[in-house]
């Protein structure tokens, strides 16, 4: 008999700082959203959800908001996320159909439970009657066809908007985890201060963004650049300037230098004979930050292990989630499970 009957909606969310994505069993990818809602202040109506939202953002009038519900990787707006998963929910029934709905959704390793809660309200107030909580290191090995029930040890470092998570997983389970509060956006706000303090100019964190997208590099050598727009600090009109992969390198040193010394802790804590297999397995990247220009070559030469990155970093964590939907062992095993 299936783990779940046939008028059931199995759904699999990575609701992430910069993008929210949902795969439906035996769909795929459906939905793949910016994290962001824009609300009319006096009547609390929704205008827009996910990228329309945030073409929204700096540019609303008083009555209007563009707020970001999560932030380093947790809900930080609990009434935002509510409203903004009602909405993809919506979507979602519109398109396939009402039935009754199961979720797992991948979450940092290293939030609270008060944390942990959140996600979950926030999704049952979107109409879902099942939830499932799976560690996003976990979802990501699964994800990147990882056998994680084997008695092997693997390394994943999943480096997203928010959250930089770390974990070792052997035997279906996480043997030593890391997880700080640095990632995609941190590099952005790197971009925007280093601009401001260097260039006398102020740009949004979308502008950063797209340097970050366009010319970001972790490692030195690659040489490029990009003409970029702004508010000049001194006489406070628009000005254009060069800004080179170099410079970009120089601004967010530092928030890569906490990823790195964070995957490295995690080797610093792990068991001599799991170390044996990540040495010979070599480290597992995933997440937006995984794609930056010389990742794989800093990792590998600050650890002495091989680092490689998964076919699609973005979408590995989703793509766990789908597949643990199948796997009734991984499932059972999640603590968090929780009924309405």
């Given at each position: 008999?299936?783990?779940?009957?046939?008028?059931?909606?199995?759904?699999?969310?990575?609701?992430?700082?910069?993008?929210?994505?949902?795969?439906?069993?035996?769909?795929?990818?459906?939905?793949?959203?910016?994290?962001?809602?824009?609300?009319?202040?006096?009547?609390?109506?929704?205008?827009?959800?996910?990228?329309?939202?945030?073409?929204?953002?700096?540019?609303?009038?008083?009555?209007?908001?563009?707020?970001?519900?999560?932030?380093?990787?947790?809900?930080?707006?609990?009434?935002?996320?509510?409203?903004?998963?009602?909405?993809?929910?919506?979507?979602?029934?519109?398109?396939?159909?009402?039935?009754?709905?199961?979720?797992?959704?991948?979450?940092?390793?290293?939030?609270?439970?008060?944390?942990?809660?959140?996600?979950?309200?926030?999704?049952?107030?979107?109409?879902?009657?099942?939830?499932?909580?799976?560690?996003?290191?976990?979802?990501?090995?699964?994800?990147?066809?990882?056998?994680?029930e084997e008695p092997t040890g693997s390394l994943i470092a999943d480096i997203g908007s928010g959250t930089t998570d770390v974990a070792v997983i052997s035997l279906g389970g996480i043997v030593v985890s890391n997880s700080i509060r640095v990632g995609g956006d941190d590099l952005d706000k790197n971009i925007v201060d280093y601009i401001?303090?260097?260039?006398?100019?102020?740009?949004?964190?979308?502008?950063?963004?797209?340097?970050?997208?366009?010319?970001?590099?972790?490692?030195?050598?690659?040489?490029?650049?990009?003409?970029?727009?702004?508010?000049?600090?001194?006489?406070?009109?628009?000005?254009?300037?060069?800004?080179?992969?170099?410079?970009?390198?120089?601004?967010?040193?530092?928030?890569?230098?906490?990823?790195?010394?964070?995957?490295?802790?995690?080797?610093?804590k792990t068991p001599p004979e799991i170390t044996a297999d990540i040495t010979e397995r070599g480290i597992l990247l995933t997440g937006g930050i995984a794609n930056l220009k010389g990742m794989e070559e800093l990792v590998t030469s600050k650890t002495g292990i091989n680092a490689y990155i998964t076919q699609e970093p973005l979408n590995?964590?989703?793509?766990?989630?789908?597949?643990?939907?199948?796997?009734?062992?991984?499932?059972?095993?999640?603590?968090?499970?929780?009924?309405?």
């Amino acid at each position: 008999m299936s783990f779940f009957n046939f008028s059931t909606r199995c759904l699999g969310i990575d609701l992430g700082t910069t993008s929210t994505i949902v795969t439906m069993k035996d769909k795929g990818i459906i939905i793949n959203e910016a994290s962001v809602i824009s609300i009319d202040k006096k009547t609390g109506n929704v205008i827009a959800i996910g990228n329309e939202a945030r073409e929204m953002i700096g540019r609303t009038p008083d009555k209007i908001e563009a707020i970001r519900p999560v932030k380093s990787g947790v809900i930080a707006n609990l009434k935002a996320a509510e409203l903004m998963l009602k909405e993809i929910m919506n979507k979602i029934n519109r398109k396939y159909g009402y039935a009754r709905t199961k979720v797992i959704i991948g979450v940092p390793s290293g939030i609270t439970e008060v944390e942990k809660r959140a996600v979950e309200e926030a999704i049952y107030a979107a109409g879902v009657r099942e939830v499932y909580l799976i560690d996003e290191p976990l979802a990501a090995a699964i994800g990147a066809n990882i056998n994680i029930e084997e008695p092997t040890g693997s390394l994943i470092a999943d480096i997203g908007s928010g959250t930089t998570d770390v974990a070792v997983i052997s035997l279906g389970g996480i043997v030593v985890s890391n997880s700080i509060r640095v990632g995609g956006d941190d590099l952005d706000k790197n971009i925007v201060d280093y601009i401001r303090k260097y260039k006398n100019l102020e740009i949004s964190e979308i502008c950063a963004e797209n340097i970050k997208i366009m010319i970001g590099t972790v490692v030195p050598g690659f040489v490029e650049d990009i003409d970029i727009k702004g508010r000049d600090l001194k006489t406070g009109l628009p000005k254009e300037i060069t800004i080179t992969s170099t410079q970009v390198l120089d601004a967010i040193e530092p928030s890569i230098q906490k990823i790195v010394s964070a995957i490295k802790f995690t080797l610093e804590k792990t068991p001599p004979e799991i170390t044996a297999d990540i040495t010979e397995r070599g480290i597992l990247l995933t997440g937006g930050i995984a794609n930056l220009k010389g990742m794989e070559e800093l990792v590998t030469s600050k650890t002495g292990i091989n680092a490689y990155i998964t076919q699609e970093p973005l979408n590995t964590v989703v793509y766990g989630t789908q597949k643990a939907l199948d796997n009734v062992n991984v499932l059972r095993k999640l603590q968090s499970k929780r009924r309405r």
